[in-house]
């Protein structure tokens, strides 16, 4: 059965702080797509990122970052210098093994970044 | 270009009473699907469709009907609500295209309060 763990529940960093979410996904498919998104106060669903598994590659985006590595099944995304704007609850998810028809979500790390 | 559309953003409903949450979306997507979010939970998948006239249960899916009619909507029937299913819901559209390119996109929620 598929799974994505988040362990951490909720982080608190001081503003300027370079913080890290852990991702760790478990699948029997070869090929899958795994995201990131941000959930704000407001509540909607922010998407941040996709990476596909035959892209290794890690991803930077401004202050954000992404290790995707295969060999630990780990999807960990990184913010350097964190802001209070990045205060939120992040969720990882992962594609289903049959078309790529849904998601299965962690339970998401909430962050807190204070000033 | 609207995305996808929920209907309503909020509803609060007595104990046995019965509602449709609206869901449609413009994307020309195969894929729609209906999650909610409890706190400490993460999204957690209710039902969902690959295609018109095509529906399966998720991981929750006792207390929840769908149908899918046309392919732009997908709404979702609590058929007599109960306090459990006080919570988020968010609806779904997705495409698979091909390798590289996946587009999941996620409407913005109806919070449900069933007293």
């Known amino acids: 059965a598929q799974k994505v763990t988040q362990a951490q529940t909720e982080i608190s960093v001081v503003e300027k702080e370079d913080v890290t979410l852990d991702c760790v996904y478990e699948t029997r498919d070869t090929t899958y797509y795994l995201f990131w998104y941000k959930q704000p106060p407001s509540g909607e669903l922010v998407f941040l990122i996709r990476r596909n598994s035959f892209d290794e590659q890690n991803e930077i985006s401004g202050r954000y970052s992404w290790n995707f590595q295969k060999s630990t099944s780990s999807f960990n995304f990184t913010i350097t210098a964190s802001q209070v704007v990045d205060s939120a609850v992040y969720f990882c998810?992962?594609?289903?093994?049959?078309?790529?028809?849904?998601?299965?979500f962690g339970k998401g790390t909430m962050l807190l970044v204070s000033p | 270009n609207a995305g996808v559309t929920q209907t309503p953003k909020f509803q609060v409903l007595k104990t046995g009473q019965s509602m449709t949450l609206q869901c449609a979306q413009d994307?020309?997507?195969?894929?729609m699907s209906w999650y909610r979010q409890d706190p400490g939970m993460g999204l957690r998948l209710i039902h969902y469709s690959v295609g018109a006239g095509i529906t399966d249960q998720g991981e929750v899916p006792n207390g929840y009907n769908v149908s899918r009619s046309t392919t732009e909507d997908f709404p979702l029937r609590l058929l007599s609500a109960a306090p459990s299913q006080t919570s988020v819901y968010f609806c779904?559209?997705?495409?698979?295209?091909?390798?590289?390119?996946?587009?999941?996109?996620f409407g913005s929620g109806t919070r449900l309060t069933v007293v």
């Open positions: 994307m020309n997507h195969e894929y």
């Open positions: 998810a992962l594609s289903d093994p049959s078309g790529y028809s849904t998601l299965t």
């Open positions: 779904a559209s997705s495409r698979y295209i091909g390798q590289g390119d996946y587009g999941y996109t």
